[in-house]
């Protein structure tokens, strides 16, 4: 039997970095993945792929809808989703086969399998071909991730009834797409095939989309999608799909009146759920949450000692780089030195167009913690970059303590929101104030511009507002 230092179940964002560290700090490691390429969810069927299809769904739609009135005419446009469908997969395979390059670089041994406990030091393997063979390790890893969540009797078949996997292969570009949730990985479809020219109708449970997103952020990304054409029916229960072969029917309550609805293709986006199931963590004596995720300590331990869990599988938002941001504490504790995650300063983005990106408190937050604050807000309309590029929609928002000036959260609604957010949260990881950013200068003419005018606006004093 194999022995190593640190075995890794799962080749996701949380798993392959941790590997890859685990590696670099001088241990014996192996990361098993049972996907059969390497990349987790989040490259091969989410982040990455998701991102190919609405880069391409974009310059579709503004050299279908928006190139003319800046001078550029475009003849014949046409749309080949074969293509289209081919580039994302090339991109997905490239990065993947990056993955395994760097687990060469870093020898780390790559396990291609299913991997569960058979006791705490001893993992079981399920190659593709189905033989079985067992590894031991020192130090165990379970970074399964996490997968669709979906309702009580709806069938997902993927073809009519998708989840967000389905939505990424679609054949063709369907006449209308009902979503079934307004978070974020709805929206983010939704837009897709929206700007690829379907005609696109969000069914939300509560009364606004981005559920846990600052409000205002909230209310002001609805309008715009509106704006856009997607249409919303928000505090509406869905009570059932019907997959009719060609198409389906969705009913849902709103109001308390029964409504239905039908279309091509309906996209079921209501969460995810831990993968530890199979893991049979009940030979190793590991603990579950009563979500089924793994139970973990600050150090990110099980209840067994030598056993960790990050990522998706553990408590947290379900976000790739927070898992790696773990993978690397992990690999860093078991060495004996100072792995650490500050949950504070962790981005989140929605990358739509325009893009909605977060760090830190909501203003729902602070309220509720009865946190005294300032808000600076400066909207895109006034910065030139802006202007110039006809991508002026939203806002950038600091929140500061009143009383020490230090940034407590910023909240991003606009071009570019994704990278403009990480400005913020370095500021934040440096304990910034508000004053620290709006003293810093900012290169003009740039989008980041409205970031020091929000800054300045915290302290009542924006320069072109």
């Known amino acids: 039997m194999e022995n190593y230092d640190v075995i890794v179940i799962g080749g996701g964002p949380g798993g392959y970095v941790c590997a890859i560290r685990a590696a ?23 982040c990455i792929p998701s991102k190919s299809l609405l880069h391409s769904a974009e310059m579709y739609h503004k050299a279908n809808k928006e190139f003319d009135k800046i001078g550029i005419t475009t003849g014949g446009l046409s749309l080949d989703i ?11 395979q490239g990065l993947t086969k990056g993955i395994e390059f760097l687990f060469k670089k870093n020898k780390v041994t790559y396990i291609k399998g299913h991997g569960s406990f058979h006791t705490k030091n001893e993992i079981s393997v399920t190659s593709p071909d189905g033989s079985k063979s067992q590894i031991k390790g020192k130090h165990i890893i379970i970074a399964t991730g996490s997968s669709v969540s979906t309702l009580p009797n709806i069938k997902i078949d993927e073809k009519i009834v998708v989840s967000s996997t389905g939505a990424l292969d679609l054949e063709k570009v369907p006449k209308k797409m009902i979503v079934i949730g307004g978070g974020v990985i709805g929206l983010e479809l939704g837009t897709v095939w929206m700007k690829l020219g379907a005609e696109v109708e969000v069914i939300e449970y509560m009364d606004h989309i981005l559920p ?57 986006c209501i969460g995810r759920k831990a993968n530890t199931e199979g893991l049979s963590l009940e030979n190793a004596n590991i603990e579950k949450d009563e979500k089924g995720r793994v139970k973990i300590d600050k150090h990110f331990k099980t209840n067994i000692e ?31 030195k100072f792995g650490h995650v500050n949950y504070d300063v962790i981005p989140n983005v929605v990358y739509t167009h325009p ?88 290169a003009h003419p740039t989008l980041t511009e409205a970031v020091k005018e929000a800054a300045l606006a915290v302290d009542k004093r924006p320069i072109h507002m």
């Open 355 to 442: 893009e909605v990106a977060s760090v830190g408190k909501t203003e729902e937050e602070l309220k509720k913690s009865s946190i005294a604050y300032n808000s600076g807000k400066f909207p895109f309309m006034a910065n030139s970059r802006a202007k110039v590029n006809d991508e002026t929609d939203g806002f950038v928002k600091i929140l500061a303590d009143k009383k020490t000036d230090k940034v407590l959260g910023v909240h991003i609604v606009g071009p570019d929101a994704g990278n403009l957010i990480s400005e913020l949260a370095l500021a934040m990881e440096f304990g910034a104030s508000s004053e620290d950013i709006a003293r810093t200068c900012h």
């Open 306 to 336: 030598n056993i960790y869990a990050i990522g998706d599988v553990v408590v947290g938002p379900m976000l790739a780089h927070k898992a790696e941001e773990e993978g690397i504490a992990v690999a860093e504790m078991i060495s004996g």
């Open 212 to 268: 846990g997103m600052d409000k205002e952020v909230s209310d002001s990304f609805y309008k715009i999608l509106k704006k856009q054409g997607i249409k919303f029916n928000l505090s509406s229960k869905v009570t059932a799909v019907k997959n009719n072969e060609n198409s389906a029917s969705v009913e849902f309550e709103k109001d308390g009146k029964k409504e239905k609805v039908e279309a091509d293709v309906v996209l079921v």
């Open 24 to 46: 670099q700090l001088g241990h014996k490691t192996a990361c098993i993945e049972s996907r059969g390429s390497l990349g987790g969810t989040c490259l091969n069927i989410g």
């Open 82 to 92: 074969s293509k289209m469908m081919k580039h994302k997969t090339k991109t997905v």
